[in-house]
């Protein structure tokens, strides 16, 4: 069972979050860039991007 699933128009499609009121009915889903405030987690992060771009 989906607890989120995205949906057409970037609105999400009601699941098991909106059941236990965890999220409001229908809202829209919405990215936001990632950030590390921890410096260790920040070069982490950084080389595991890397990697996925293929660097």
Known sequence: MHQLQGGPGGRWVDGVAQELEL????????????????????RRAARQAARLRGG
């Not at 009915?25 to 920040?42: K, Y």
């Open 23 to 42: 999220l409001p009915p229908g809202g829209h889903l919405r990215e936001r860039p990632f950030t590390a405030v921890d410096p260790a987690m920040a």
